[in-house]
């Protein structure tokens, strides 16, 4: 260490930096049979180094070979029922559940004092994830949607420059996540939670269009403020949910942006982010080719239209939430606040009812639709 190990009264720096590290947190991993995404969670808790000893409320029994296969000698304890591993006072609980029953178990752990990382929408009602937030801020704890894109590092590198001013003054922003039209056709799929409006409280918007609104707030550093939009069910499936959501929408600090929202292809995604500014712009495709390409007309480089090379760190899951068990464990800013996780939520329902209403949802503040 430069200019000597740095000893005083607590030991060497070196010392206590290695005692911070090795601080790891214990976790709750909450969900069932229905639960999304749980082979990727469980996979991220068992390569987090700030994750230690792991404990799964399993009420079906689904995931208990799973989770041993994944984690180990991390996964100490399984349960059935809720309390028992909620008397333990995790740290930090992971709710990985079906959108109509996931309040309810966000608020057990919110109220045993846990952080908490909830599978989006996380609700069916905007009011309802209003009132968890509002919970959670009276426990100094945080909720956090899972809004792994942003762990991505395309997706950081955008920010960096977009934040960092290379663009110039910010014009607008263009979205767009596709699906594929192919899984609504399925029987299988359409008994799923999430494709019912009952237990998920909407479709595409709800459960892939948001990762992406989430994007635009998180890129530009600016929250939604007003929103309007049309859905449809436009591939005529036996579904009560949207396939189909355009959006337009204004951010605090002027921004005008459109999402284009829906299941339309046969396989795969298509996908989209672009930035304007007064002094270049930047796209990329966050799903297939991660490339990042920008254009300043300022400086050394300008004109030149700079491609950066796709990022050999792969993004998802795994870093995503091992940050948020760094954030516990060393009591820093978590990679989602409880803020900017109810913005998203309020943004989803504000186009839903745009949507049935044909009026312009604002909301500087206290939110929409509720």
Known sequence: MEGGEGKGEGGSVEAREIGMMARQIDVMLATHAGGAHVEAYLAALGASPDCGRVTLC???????????????????????????????????A???YEARLAPGVIEAALEAGCH???????CVAVADFARLCQIADSKHRWLMLAFANRSNPEIVAARELVRGGRLGRLYGIELQLVADQTRLTGEGYRRQWFAQK???????????????????????????????????NIGGTPLDIEDSAVVAFQLENGILGTLTSGYYLPRGYHSRLQVWGSQGWLRLDPVNERRLEWLTTVGERAGEVIQE?????PGGYTPFVGAVCRAVASESEPPVTTAESLRAIEGVFAVYRAAETGTTQRWPGEGAGR
Do not use: C, F, N
């Open 198 to 232: 009952s237990r998920a409280g909407g479709g595409h918007l709800a459960w892939l269009g948001i990762h992406w609104l989430d994007l635009a707030m998180y890129v530009t550093g600016s929250r939604l403020v007003t929103a309007t939009g049309l859905t449809t």
């Open 116 to 122: 908490v990382l909830a599978e989006k929408p996380g």
């Open 94 to 96: 992971l709710v990985s």
């Open 309 to 313: 090379p796709p990022a050999a760190s």
């Open 58 to 92: 399993d009420p079906d029994g689904t995931w208990h070979e799973a989770a041993r296969a994944k984690l180990g000698e991390r996964l100490q304890r399984v349960e059935r029922e809720l309390a028992p591993l909620l008397a333990e006072r995790p740290e930090l």
